[in-house]
């Protein structure tokens, strides 16, 4: 299937590990024209480096924290920089969770960190990225939020509140510029095989006196798949609604969760 992403300009943020590094992965092996975002240079150099050996892409390195807005700034003008025109074709953002933990675990200042990091990130690079887009009459802007915003997780509320703020922006931007050839997206990861699985499986394990192990064997029995997802599993889905294949398709939050989510709609 041809989807049209050859030579598209794209910027993946978060994308040293996980879910992000996947998705860039994925879109250099349709040879896009990558920009790839992380706080950690070192991280992020290798996953460049892992991306060039598997498709002969070489991705551009934007280096900053999205959740600091003076580093934002430096992150946009990095990737402006370093694509043709200065335009974004297609915008994957993604960041990393905050910290699990109940209501009255979390300060003022975690839910401003949280806000921060997963609603102000996002649209700051809609702000910066959408009017290129508008000009030439094509876009993408694809969220990775989670199964969280569809089902919340009691001890992920930094996660669900704000994710789900997310998609509520990109549903309305989607309704907005739909007519103008820009789809908005967001794309839902359930229990996905990621560092951040861990460290919550970790948290679980903490308060019922069980090991991470057991605690995500428990939750691989969750999943009527029977398994725990795959961060390349997420990528084919966002390769899909980034090219011309998913040009029909906005405004939907999609979970990739092996069946996890139960609702009708």
Same mark, same amino acid.
């Given at each position: ?22 998705? &860039? ?5 349709? %040879? ?24 002969? /892409? ?8 999205? &959740? ?6 430096? /992150? ?24 699990? %933990? ?58 669900? !509140? ?5 998609? %509520? ?6 309704? !907005? ?12 990861? %359930? ?19 069980? !090991? ?8 691989? &029995? ?16 966002? /390769? ?11 405004? !939907? ?13």
């Amino acid at each position: 299937m041809d989807t049209g992403l050859k030579g598209k300009r794209v910027l993946v943020t978060g994308a040293s590990s996980g879910l992000g590094a996947a998705a &860039a992965l994925a879109l250099a092996a349709e %040879g896009a024209e990558l920009v790839i975002n992380s706080r950690d240079r070192g991280k992020l150099e290798a996953t460049a480096s892992k991306i060039e050996s598997a498709t002969g /892409v070489k991705p551009a390195l934007a280096v900053g924290d999205l &959740a600091d807005q003076s580093q934002r700034v430096k /992150v946009i003008l990095a990737a402006r920089e370093q694509v043709r025109e200065g335009v974004l074709d297609v915008l994957v953002s993604n960041t990393g969770g905050p910290p699990p %933990g109940a209501f009255l675990d979390h300060s003022g200042e975690a839910w401003n960190n949280a806000d921060k990091l997963l609603l102000d990130s996002a649209i700051g690079l809609t702000r910066a990225f959408l009017p290129g887009m508008l000009e030439q009459s094509w876009g993408r802007l694809i969220y990775i939020t989670s199964i969280a915003v569809l089902q919340p997780v009691d001890e992920l509320i930094l996660s669900n !509140t704000y994710r789900a703020a997310v998609t %509520g922006f990109c549903k309305t931007v989607s309704n !907005t510029y739909a007519g103008r050839g820009i789809t908005a997206n967001c794309v839902c990861p %359930g229990y996905t095989a990621t560092e951040r699985l861990v460290n919550l499986a970790r948290s679980r394990a903490e308060q019922a006196g069980s !090991t991470a192990e057991q605690v995500l064997k428990d939750m691989a &029995a969750e999943i009527p798949a029977g398994r725990i997802g795959k961060p390349e599993e997420l990528a084919s889905l966002i /390769v899909f609604l980034a090219g011309d294949t998913g040009a029909y398709i906005t405004g !939907t939050s999609t979970p990739v969760d092996g069946g996890l989510y139960k609702g009708l709609l």
